[in-house]
């Protein structure tokens, strides 16, 4: 499933992006006894992360409604890339700060990157497709950064504040 996903994104791993570009990978199973999922992320990480592209490959057992999965899988990596960039409850000294959808930061229309679906064939029982892409689409947006920077954030969300402190904390 893995080089599936790098060979639908036509990534060579160890090729470098280019100035600012990174590709990374995530791949996991959702909680233990759900579906397989790999992502692939095309970044471009300067003053702040733009996310181009995701690629993700699934199996997650028998596919009874194609497009009902793929469009679960997509819908959980564009939320996935929200949460990686962007969502996080603000507080001050006083209490919390994001309570509306004005104060509380997601990402918007324009921002949301391509996403790409490959459904793995399987004759296994049904595993659910819900949230398979979440935990594999932030390791592979994290993992880009970490190609186009040279550091890694280990803190989500990956916030311009949080680039920045790491470029000027590495050696």
């Known amino acids: 499933m893995i080089e ?3 060979a639908r994104a036509g990534w060579q ?17 959702y909680k ?6 790999a992502v692939v992320a095309q970044v471009e990480a300067q ?3 733009r996310v181009r592209r995701l690629v993700v490959a699934a199996d997650i057992g028998l596919v009874v ?8 899988l997509e819908g959980g990596a564009i939320r996935a890339t929200s949460i990686a960039l962007k969502e996080a409850v603000r507080f001050d000294r006083h209490g919390i700060t994001s309570l509306d959808w004005d104060s509380y930061p997601i990402l918007r229309f ?3 990157p391509a996403v ?11 595993l659910g497709a819900g949230e398979a892409s979440f935990g594999p689409t932030a390791a592979a947006i994290a993992n880009a950064v970490g190609a186009a920077l040279g550091v890694r954030l280990r803190e989500l969300p990956l916030t311009p504040e949080r680039l920045l402190a790491a470029v000027h904390a590495a050696p």
């Open 4 to 6: 599936r996903a790098v």
């Open 13 to 29: 791993p160890g090729v470098p992006g280019g100035e600012g570009t990174g590709w990374g990978i995530g791949y996991a199973r």
């Open 32 to 37: 233990a006894t759900g579906g397989w999922c």
């Open 47 to 49: 003053a702040a992360v």
């Open 65 to 72: 409604n194609p497009d009902g999965a793929a469009n679960q």
């Open 110 to 112: 324009s921002e949301v």
């Open 116 to 126: 790409e679906v490959d459904l793995v064939e399987s004759d296994e029982p049904s």
